[in-house]
Nanobody, 115 residues
Framework: QVQLVESGGGLVQPGGSLRLSCAAS????????MSWYRQAPGKEREFVAR????????TYADFAKGRFTISRDNAKNTVYLQMNSLQPDDTAVYFC????????WGQGTQVTVSS
């Protein structure tokens, strides 16, 4: 029943910014922690950021600290990932996740950082 729909990806030049969105349904969003992951071709899916249900705690991978910001709007059942200072190594498909629920993923949204 869990459904996650990522959007907001695209092509951006190095140093640019993107804001990703994830619309969630099928569970009580306001009670759920949410996370972002990413996966580049030939690489494992890796953790990007996590936010608790009430936004009290936000956790970031080392590569994301200082550049990415996770946030959420519980009234809209949506979690966001603001990405600044993007670099080519950030190129990947980005997925959101109900934290800890490994069985459910959306289609992801492609982020390509290139000049």
């Amino acid at each position: 029943q869990v459904q996650l729909v990522e959007s907001g990806g695209g092509l951006v030049q190095p140093g640019g910014s993107l804001r990703l969105s994830c619309a969630a349904s099928g569970f009580t969003f306001s009670n759920a922690g949410m996370s972002w992951y990413r996966q580049a071709p030939g690489k494992e899916r890796e953790f990007v950021a996590r936010i608790t249900s009430g936004s009290a705690v936000r956790t970031y991978a080392d590569f994301a600290k200082g550049r990415f910001t996770i946030s959420r709007d519980n009234a809209k059942n949506t979690v966001y990932l603001q990405m600044n200072s993007l670099q080519p190594d950030d190129t990947a498909v980005y997925f959101c996740q109900r934290t800890g629920c490994l069985a459910y993923w959306g289609q992801g949204t492609q982020v390509t950082v290139s000049s």
